[in-house]
């Protein structure tokens, strides 16, 4: 099987419709991370399907738990080799992602592959998310980079605009993480995900300012 056939595949498991071009630049991306790989460690998993499984199936997985509307801004906080940020932005090129990493070779990487890709919806923002304070708050603010989601919620809540969500992508359910958040946050929506390809636990934890 190729990446490419996996991913429609995948994709097609997920009931999900993407825009014409968005395959051959998931696929792309797969060759590009392949390439700055052999120079920086980007991502431990190197394999082109399991990149296609582990990477861009799991990051596609969430698109249809999100309610976000054309024109939002999107932010993928700590957003390493793009993930799930790049495969957003392509999946959904009315929103407008912003791509953050502290990584000076990360930042890099981000800003070469929305050249290389041509995501015209995406930008990088480098530097501290505690440290970041942009013009606009975002409507969403999503991660998989936190290891706890109190820790997400601390260092990202400020970013979020009113009504907005925090999104955090997990493995296993968080149980024990949610009895720790940060006052006047709640993560009442805790979705049980189904990766293509992906033999893992996966929930996306959704967190709002409470009223």
């Known amino acids: 099987m190729t990446p490419r056939s996996a991913l429609e595949r995948g994709v097609a498991e ?15 991306y797969v060759g590009l991370l392949a390439k700055w790989n052999r120079i920086y460690n980007l991502t431990a998993i190197r394999e082109p399907l399991e990149v296609v499984s582990h990477h861009l199936l799991d990051s596609l997985a969430v698109v249809p738990h999100l309610d976000v509307t054309d024109g939002s801004r999107v932010a993928d906080a ?19 992602v912003t791509l953050n990493d502290a990584n000076e070779k990360k930042v890099a990487f981000l800003r070469q592959a929305i050249i ?3 995501i015209r919806n995406a930008d990088v923002h480098a530097g501290r998310l505690q440290a970041w304070r942009p013009a606009q708050q975002f409507a969403l603010v999503i991660s998989r980079a936190f290891a706890e989601v109190a820790e997400f919620v601390a260092a990202c809540g400020h970013l979020v605009a009113k009504g907005g969500l925090l999104a955090a992508m997990k493995g296993a359910h968080p149980k024990a993480e949610l009895e720790h958040l940060p006052q006047g946050w709640h ?15 996966r929930h996306l934890v ?6």
Not at 78 to 96: C, Y
Not at 188 to 197: C, D, F, M, T, W
């Open 14 to 28: 997920l009931a999900l419709t993407l825009p014409a071009g968005a395959a051959e630049k998931l696929v792309a």
């Open 116 to 118: 290389e890709l041509e």
């Open 187 to 201: 993560c009442e929506r805790v979705i049980a995900l189904r990766v293509p390809r992906l033999d893992a636990e």
């Open 206 to 211: 959704l967190c709002a300012r409470g009223a």
């Open 78 to 96: 700590g957003s390493g080799a793009g993930l799930p940020g790049i495969p957003l932005a392509l999946a959904r090129p009315g929103w407008r």
